[in-house]
């Protein structure tokens, strides 16, 4: 999480020694698609997350790699506001709102138009870190924003062309891809319970 006290993660330490991790904005977004990846089995999935964001040769250490995917698991998923406050209540299977991969282009789009930032050039350099604290800070009208409120809103107390109005907006804003963050923190919840459970 973001500190103004203090420096980016950069690295992780294991036995007195310090390993360079890549937490790159784009590297994280990739570690989620992969949580969404069906060609791959939850043990590949935890080799193919390490090596995403290590660069350099690490211990061959089962307890290394458990410790380390448990914490990047964690790390990427920490949120300073209200936890979970808009997830699950009664068992429900949290709302959905947005997806890094469905609603790329607007948050590109809002990046450069709020900030002046292209995510591309960005690419290998934004930390995870800045790159979650600009998403949250992005103004109500930039694009992003805007199609969060469409699915957001509700239709209670719309009738005759408002409501038919919003309604054709919630279909076309509908998120398809099935890859929310709620959704992406449970499976990274799922893929280490798996690891620990071997």
Do not use: C
């Not at 448990?70 to 209540?89: R, W």
């Not at 009664?90 to 900030?115: H, K, L, T, V």
């Amino acid at each position: 999480m973001l500190s103004l006290t203090e420096e980016l993660t950069q690295s992780i330490a294991y036995q007195g020694r310090e390993y360079p991790i890549d937490l790159s904005y784009d590297n994280v977004l990739r570690f989620y698609q992969l949580l969404d990846d069906a060609d791959f089995d939850e043990g590949e999935k935890i080799i193919a997350a390490f090596h995403i964001f290590f660069d350099e040769e690490v211990p061959d250490d089962p307890e290394f790699l458990m410790n380390v995917v448990k914490l990047l698991g964690e790390y990427v998923s920490d949120s300073p506001y209200g936890g979970d406050t808009a997830s699950s209540q009664d068992g429900q299977a949290p709302i959905r709102y947005f997806s890094f991969q469905q609603d790329a282009p607007a948050i590109y789009a809002s990046f450069m138009e709020q900030y002046g930032i292209d995510l591309i050039e960005e690419q290998g350099k934004l930390h995870w870190d800045k790159f979650k604290a600009l998403l949250d800070g992005l103004g109500p009208e930039t694009q992003f924003r805007r199609i969060v409120a469409i699915r957001q809103r509700t239709t209670d107390g719309l009738e005759g062309e408002e409501l038919a109005a919003l309604m054709e907006q919630q279909q076309y804003y509908r998120l398809t891809d099935g890859a929310s963050v709620d959704v992406q923190t449970q499976r990274t919840d799922a893929m280490l319970d798996a690891l620990f459970k071997q």
